[in-house]
């Protein structure tokens, strides 16, 4: 999605990054519990500072949660994602925190507070998680297909601890594989989210959640595009890119779904600028 845009300005990107990174992590934390407000997860991220009245778990979350976010980040191009690299990505989370329980699945039953859903029971999680690792790997409509992974995964719960901000993380990873920028759920719609993923378990449906992240990469990609210089006015309608290429709407629609062409999906609309069009042109020129 975002290979249209490149290259990008590598100081822009690396600022953008740093913004992302803190975000992210003050969200996702401060959705689980985590006081620290976004101000002073920045001081902890950028400036190592160790913030009074505090605890150390809640440093240790934060930090943990940015150690998360780059190890994520360096599985984007792996070419399978695997049980191990989602072990590996919960020890991260759990670091120093609950060491015994980090990086391996739960082995009690579990209550989700504020629901009256029960996870299966820890016997079944090993199985059960196969599922999400199929998914993982499945080449399917992404936004739609992050919002069947995390429901996948949080009605699982395979975790003592953990579960939603691995979730999240783990909605980045597929995203991010699709040339997708990395989503924040804010810490201010929490109700909301929380609303909308008790009502895709109950009406075993995920389009709500489906739109939830859907607005969440809009709301991303505005602050990639503005940052990196490029306008929503500067992109055209596919239907528009048909008259002024050899590949039809269609075609074009297709290759967005997919992931392998510089489309940008504003709203409901997929739009693409001219020169992620000839990008595509250039590297396909046996296509007739």
């Not at 989370?93 to 039953?109: H, S, T, V």
């Not at 504020?114 to 996870?119: E, F, M, R």
């Amino acid at each position: 999605m975002l290979d249209g845009l490149r290259p990008f300005n590598k100081g822009a990107l690396a600022k953008l990054k740093e913004a992302f990174d803190v975000e992210l992590t003050y969200n996702s934390n401060a959705i689980e519990g985590n006081t620290l407000t976004l101000g002073e997860t920045r001081l902890v991220l950028e400036e190592g500072i160790t913030i009074g009245g505090k605890t150390m778990k809640e440093h240790l979350e934060i930090t943990n949660h940015k150690q998360a976010i780059d190890f994520v980040e360096s599985l984007v191009h792996k070419k399978e994602i695997g049980e191990m690299d989602v072990l590996n990505l919960h020890a991260l989370i759990l670091d120093r925190i609950d060491p015994q329980n980090a990086g391996f699945y739960r082995n009690c039953r579990l209550r989700i507070s504020g629901t009256d859903y029960s996870p299966p029971n820890p016997a079944k999680v090993p199985d059960l998680m196969k599922e999400v690792y199929r998914m993982l790997n499945e080449n399917a409509e992404p936004i739609e297909q992050a919002a069947r992974i995390h429901m996948k995964f949080v009605d699982i719960h395979p975790f003592i601890d953990g579960n939603g901000r691995m979730a999240r993380l783990l909605v980045n990873l597929y995203l991010m594989r699709k040339g997708y920028p990395p989503v924040i759920v804010l810490r201010a719609e929490r109700k909301k989210y929380i609303r909308t993923i008790v009502k895709a378990r109950a009406e075993d449906d995920v389009s709500n959640l489906t739109n939830f992240i859907a607005k969440a990469v809009e709301r991303s990609l505005d602050i990639y595009l503005d940052c990196l210089g490029t306008k929503p006015q500067e992109y055209m309608p596919l239907t528009e890119a048909a008259k002024h290429s050899k590949y039809s709407q269609e075609y074009l629609s297709l290759l967005a779904r997919e992931g392998k062409i510089g489309a940008v999906k504003f709203g409901r609309n997929w739009m693409i600028t001219k020169e992620a069009l000839e990008e595509y042109a250039k590297k396909h020129p046996s296509f007739h």
